[in-house]
């Protein structure tokens, strides 16, 4: 009982880390720009359509195809953010939603246009397949793998967020666009270069999720309430309160479909009324 | 610093500028409840409709009971400014209430309508009172949440529900005791537009009454409406309880006229298609719901018949150009032509 328990919240984790993989980004466009952006999810997409085509196509290593999702989803997120997005910083929250379910939409169709409806699969590497033995536990390589790299770009994201100019110019821009602008910082640019970096995280984060979360054209739908439910959970703006809130969603969402399956997916969608009506505002609130 | 931007920027909201220069500003002044002619012309279309394509009847009458959907939305939406990604949740109650009953040997179709109408509308008071919490995004998330928790349990639920086969079996009684729901879905149709008409009247009204002014208010500047005495949350309640009502009735009218109820029925695209519509013939109009829903639904009978994926790619597409280019949708649009000639004519 004890080590299952133990099983259940180590995959728990290993799920949560990815939604915060790939919900930061969303985090930081909301709190910065205070964009509510549905289309996060086909940046993922993206991302694991890039590595399972480099994967099987082009015959690249899978650890090679990763910084490629990252790459091929932040020049598309750099794109859309020049060309349409920041049309929209100063629209109503009802056009946001609009403008990036419709691209949801494209996004689903394209997807099966080009890949088909059907679920990609995907190769592991030989070491990253089968059991390891951690803690006296066994647990899924892949899965120690994952929380590994989440754990790696978390302190990247910290370390550039808090001790590079770069990151001070996004707390700044965070904190007050006018006052930001005023001192210099161009904040068109940097709004441009988070939203980059924001969709890379996501596509890195869909090309390491296809064994754990399938990749096929429904995928942006599909996991939309997720990564929305972990910034609402959480609060946008911050990367400490998704890093949180998703990693109590993923242990809550695993253990619910481990322990009580009936009711699957019941699980999380209370958990996440219950805390928005808590904590409306999200769990860790960002410091003005 | 940020209640002072919210103070100066909500009421310059693009949708809400927008909106007062596209309405007339007679439009603004004191509630007049008088059908304007373009109004009965409107009234008829269905009726000629009814005539001219009488080989189309199922999909009339399937566009007015979604137009109905799109209606209930309107009213939270388009008047009070309330963005809901949810509202499937009220449509499929009310539908799988009237089919329960159906199935269940209480074929009448009427008390069926009624009791679909009576759970959503009750529903609908209880999770008001989570919506008027939060601001916009906690918004979207409480409604969809619920939306899917909901799809989960008719899911999961099958012995009830009949879980992804849907629900089927059900025994519509006739209408009056007199009128039975035949193939052609002649009574389907009137059925349907009696239905929808009523309501709308209603509607109407209410929206032209002080209450739905003060709705329009709650819109433009939630924050000032409490100096002129007006309980916000109240009002938010008491038109989201109307709202979710209406959308029961119109769940409850699919499922009696089509006498089958789908998982669907309570799904994210069917919200998501309904925020299109909605948007598609223009908010805070009424008749923009019924527009948009028409429109919608007569182009997607005909692309999802040469490919559903294209389909969904050319809503994704048309949806980012009205929020790009043509705010205010069809009725927006017109209005603004309309407005123009006027300004024109007076110039010369």
Known sequence: MLANFAGVLFDGIAYGSLLFLISVGLSVTMGMMNFINLAHGAFAMLGGYVSVTVLSALGVPFLASLPLAFIASALVGLVLERLLYRRLYKASHLDQVLFSIGLTFMSVAAATYFFGPTQQPVTLPEWLRGQVHVLGLDVGAYRVFLIGVVVLVTIALGLLIERTRFGAQIRASVDNQTASAGLGINVSLVFSLTFALGSGLAGLGGGLGIDVLGLDPSFPIKYMVYFLLVVAVGGAGTIKGPLVAALILGVFDVAGKYYVPEIGAFVIYALMVVLLILFPAGLIRRKA | ?348
């Not at chain 2, 949810?86 to 329960?100: K, R, S, V």
């Not at chain 2, 928790?149 to 009949?162: F, R, V």
Request: proline fraction near 3%; include cysteine; glycine fraction near 12%.
């Open chain 2, 1 to 348: 610093m940020n209640a002072m931007t919210d103070a100066v920027s909500s009421p310059v909201k693009p949708v809400s500028a927008a909106k007062t220069a596209m309405i007339p500003k007679t439009h603004l002044n004191l509630p007049n409840d008088r059908w304007k002619p373009l109004e009965i012309v409107f009234w008829l279309l269905p009726i000629a409709a009814y005539f001219a394509f009488p080989g189309y009847l199922v999909l009339i009458s399937q566009i007015m009971i979604i137009g109905l959907f799109a209606l209930s939305l309107d009213l939270i939406l388009g008047y009070a400014g309330v963005v809901s990604l949810g509202h499937a949740a009220f449509f499929g109650l009310g539908a799988y209430t009237a089919g329960l009953l159906a199935v269940h040997g209480w074929g009448e179709p009427i008390s069926g309508l009624l009791a679909a109408a009576v759970v959503a509308g009750i529903f609908g008071f209880i999770v008001s009172f989570l919506v008027v919490r939060g601001q916009d995004l906690t918004r979207l998330m409480v409604t969809l949440g619920i939306c899917l928790m909901l799809h989960e349990a008719a899911n999961k639920a099958s012995w009830l529900t009949g879980g992804v086969d849907g629900l089927s079996g059900m025994m519509v009684g006739n209408l009056f005791g007199k009128f039975e729901f035949d193939l052609n879905g002649t009574v389907a149709f009137w059925y349907s537009f009696a239905v929808l008409f009523i309501l709308f009247v209603v509607l109407r009204r209410l929206v032209k009454s002080p209450f739905g002014l003060s709705l329009i208010g709650i819109r433009e500047g939630a924050r000032r409406m409490p100096s002129l005495g007006v309980n916000v949350n109240r009002r938010l309640v008491a038109i989201f309880t109307v709202s979710a009502t209406i959308a029961g009735v119109a769940g409850g009218l699919l499922a009696q006229t089509t006498q089958f109820v789908g998982l669907d029925s309570l799904g994210f695209p069917r919200s998501a298609e309904l925020l299109i519509m909605l948007v598609l013939g223009g908010t805070g109009r009424l008749y923009g719901a019924l527009i948009g829903a028409a429109v919608f639904m007569v182009a997607q009978d005909y692309i999802s018949g040469l490919n559903p994926a294209y389909w969904q790619f050319y809503i994704g597409l048309l949806l980012v150009l009205i929020v790009l280019f043509a705010r205010g949708g069809i009725l927006g649009g017109l209005e603004k032509l309309a407005a123009g000639f006027k300004s024109k004519k007076e110039a010369a």
